[in-house]
């Protein structure tokens, strides 16, 4: 009886398959390359078992032999849901192979072709035209030129060109890339990628917030908080990658777009317009990164890691590794150090948000001095889901729809999104499906954009005039932070018991 359900299901999924319906056309660009292999098709997969009324041109230099072969390895290895048959998963990635296709796209000439192709595959009711642009930046206006031109669909279809960051180096360049692009595409045809926007542990911060409006209008403010720390650290150096990131840096690569929509997300009023508006209005009472206020560090290997990849001498000047004390000059939060500090070469792949209550803010704190208390947002790392930890006692906390409570003692209370045992979704299928539903949230306005730059440019100018500390090991970049919010390195041989030391060892 199992066997003939479960051949039941397979006949019925294969035959929804078939029906005519609604098509998604979906034209990946840059397929062949790491980001696809390592995320893209799979977030593509997942949405086709959702909706498999989803056509994929999949799109690469490679001539069609050799990229169509490496598209179909990476078809194979995709994964379904843990409680899915091995046969049904098989069934339906055989499906989705057979709904993409590969094409060659390197010259103009590729691209009348794959318009041509989409144009006449039969699709009667195409609902949306979707072109994801997995390629280097340089490559951006003369490909969006050449989807425009020759891959535009006609009529009422909505049309949307995804980008990966970094986009442009700093303000100008990204002013100038803006122009560039909005002289072809109209903004909200533009989706530009910040993929940590997805992650559900930054998703969770707007979640509480949401749920909570007189706990964030009691707590989250100077009166309460002493110190924010928006920390993210990994354990992979740069090896292979220093092509990119002797160009960019850690500033450029984590700060201006992760770190600064996370302190946005976190500082910003509860909503009462659109999301964009109230991270573009904290956004620009954000304080410009500051010469004074910042620590750079290089992991002792990167020169050789960059010498490795570059087959020759070229200088190793980037950080790798850099914290800063920012300060958003509003009337909630003036006065609390924002300290962003992110790093390679680690001791742990993690990212957090921690608010440092002061002493009168926690019920548990009846003496002084007392154990210092704290809020924290776990983003990521460590072998554990995204939840709220709160290291105090709150009689005020309202649990958000669709959360549980995974610990409550008399100690702290720890609330997670989504229900016990739950699997995360990746990041990368967040912005895929919100991409094809035609839902901004989770990507980067124009505004606002321009404005992280803002934030971030001053501190790359005078890079050239600031040392960077080597560290052979974490413990060589921990941060001290006084009272006020100044930061320093701490010395070697300086005790590690106050809790103001950020330790990048430890986390």
């Known amino acids: 009886m199992k066997m003939l359900l479960l051949l039941l299901l397979l006949v019925l999924f294969v035959c929804s398959l078939k029906q005519v319906g609604a098509t998604t056309t979906f034209v990946l660009i840059g397929a062949t390359g790491n980001l696809a292999e390592k995320y893209l098709f799979q977030s593509l997969f997942n949405a086709f078992v959702k909706d498999s009324d989803i056509v994929v041109y999949a799109g690469a230099r490679s001539i069609p032999t050799k990229g169509s072969a490496k598209v179909h390895e990476i078809i194979a290895k995709l994964k379904c849901d843990e409680d899915t048959e091995p ?82 180096e700093d303000y100008n360049s990204a002013k100038l890339l803006l122009e560039r692009i909005g002289n072809i595409l109209k903004e909200e045809e533009t989706f530009r990628i910040d993929h940590y926007l997805g992650k559900r542990g930054v998703e969770q911060i707007g979640e509480f917030k949401a749920a909570n409006p007189q706990f964030f209008n009691a707590m989250f403010r100077n009166t309460a908080i002493s110190r924010v720390d928006v920390v993210m650290t990994e354990t992979e150096d740069c090896s292979g990658r220093t092509n990119f990131y002797n160009r960019y840096g850690i500033v450029r690569d984590v700060f201006q777009n992760h770190l600064t929509e996370v302190i946005a997300l976190l500082a910003m009023e509860p909503r009462s317009g659109s999301q964009f508006d109230a991270k573009f209005r904290l956004a620009h009472e954000i304080e410009p990164a500051r010469y004074g206020s910042t620590l750079l560090g290089q992991y002792a290997e ?70 210092p208390q704290w809020i924290d947002f776990h983003i990521q790392g460590l072998g554990e889901r995204p939840c709220a930890s709160f290291f105090g006692s709150f009689d005020n906390i309202k649990l958000p729809p669709n959360w549980h409570v995974q610990q ?37 306005s124009s505004k606002f954009l321009l404005r992280q730059w803002q934030i971030w440019t001053p501190l790359l100018e005078t890079y050239h005039n600031l040392s960077l500390r080597l560290y052979s090991k974490p413990s060589d970049v ?16 300086a005790p590690k018991e106050s809790t103001s030391v950020i330790h990048s060892e430890e986390l």
């Open 87 to 168: 046969s049904l998963c098989e069934t339906m990635k055989f499906s989705f192979k057979d709904s993409v296709t590969y094409i060659t796209l390197k010259t103009e000439d590729d691209y009348k072709h794959l318009g041509t192709r989409i144009r006449t595959s039969g699709v009667s009711d195409e609902t949306s035209r979707i072109f994801y642009l997995s390629i280097p930046p340089f490559s951006y206006v003369e490909t969006i030129s050449w989807i425009h031109r020759l891959c535009r669909p006609k009529g009422n279809v909505p049309f949307r060109v995804a980008i990966e960051k970094p986009f442009g």
């Open 302 to 371: 990167y020169a050789t890691h960059v010498a490795a990849d570059h087959d020759g001498s070229v200088p190793a000047n980037m950080p790798t590794f850099a914290a800063t004390s920012l300060r958003i000059n509003n009337d909630r939060w003036k006065g609390v150090p924002f300290i962003a500090l992110a790093g390679k070469k680690l001791n742990e792949y993690a990212a957090y948000v921690r608010l440092h209550l002061r002493h009168s803010s926690s019920k548990v704190c009846t003496r002084h001095p007392c154990n």
């Open 408 to 444: 409550n003692t008399t100690f702290g209370t720890k609330i997670c999104p989504g229900k016990r045992g739950d699997k995360e979704p990746s990041a990368y299928t967040t912005i895929i499906d919100s991409l094809i539903n035609g839902d901004r949230t989770y990507f980067v």
């Open 478 to 493: 921990d941060v001290d932070v006084s009272d006020v919010g100044d930061i320093s390195f701490v010395f070697p041989d």
